[in-house]
T-cell receptor, first 114, second 111 residues
Framework: IAGITQAPTSQILAAGRRMTLRCTQD?????MYWYRQDLGLGLRLIHY???????GKGEVPDGYSVSRANTDDFPLTLASAVPSQTSVYFC?????????????FGQGTRLTVV | SQQGEEDPQALSIQEGENATMNCSYK?????LQWYRQNSGRGLVHLIL?????REKHSGRLRVTLDTSKKSSSLLITASRAADTASYFC???????????FGKGTLLTVNP
């Protein structure tokens, strides 16, 4: 089934540890996004990518890094996790070049940093 | 800061009534989109309206866009209990395909 897959679905992580959240899509979408969702704050854009090989910073990029080595994968790395990074993380993709623009979301990764 | 801001933050209505949610944004946009999120789930796209459009319909959904006021509204007619969810507006900006969301409106439809 075509779509966007995130892994893991949930994780408890010790502060200071490194963690990579995985995101894969099989729709050949050019654009991909990472958001974090916190109660009362909605979705905030962390990083995005227009196409393989390019990335951009969103509203809250500090403490996070991304890479886009190919069209399908867009991993998000926390180099040294802190408790304020406890959140639900959503990956999304869209076909912006085709003019459709609607984003498809993964089911989210619930991350707890202790 | 976030591009879009929804209003109200929460809305509670009876089944059969109409629900109206508003979204204001700050900068020029290519399009504005509305999404729905059921508790604990990912977001699902509802409808997209481009900057050169003023109104769009999809089933029980009606979206308007006023670029001069930098605002949009989502109307859900004849609401159902199953429409209970959070609704978010999102704006697509420039050539960067940057898609930013507001804080959402929590809609509760009481049976």
């Amino acid at each position: 089934i075509a779509g966007i897959t995130q892994a893991p679905t949930s994780q408890i992580l010790a502060a200071g540890r490194r963690m990579t959240l995985r995101c894969t899509q099989d729709m050949r979408h050019n654009a991909m996004y990472w958001y974090r969702q916190d109660l009362g704050l909605g979705l905030r854009l962390i990083h995005y990518s227009n196409t393989a090989g390019t990335t951009g910073k969103g509203e809250v990029p500090d403490g996070y890094s991304v890479s886009r080595a190919n069209t399908d994968d867009f991993p998000l790395t926390l180099a040294s996790a802190v408790p304020s990074q406890t959140s639900v993380y959503f990956c999304a993709s869209s076909d912006s070049t085709g003019g459709r623009d609607e984003a498809f979301f993964g089911q989210g990764t619930r991350l707890t940093v202790v | 800061s976030q591009q879009g801001e929804e209003d109200p933050q929460a809305l509670s209505i009876q089944e059969g009534e109409n629900a109206t949610m508003n979204c204001s944004y700050k900068t020029s946009i290519n399009n504005l989109q509305w999404y729905r999120q059921n508790s604990g789930r990912g977001l699902v796209h509802l409808i997209l309206i481009r900057s050169n459009e003023r109104e769009k319909h999809s089933g029980r959904l009606r979206v308007t866009l006023d670029t001069s006021k930098k605002s949009s509204s989502l109307l859900i007619t004849a609401s159902r209990a199953a429409d209970t969810a959070s609704y978010f507006c999102a704006t697509g900006e420039g050539s960067n395909y940057k898609l930013t969301f507001g804080k959402g409106t929590l809609l509760t439809v009481n049976p």
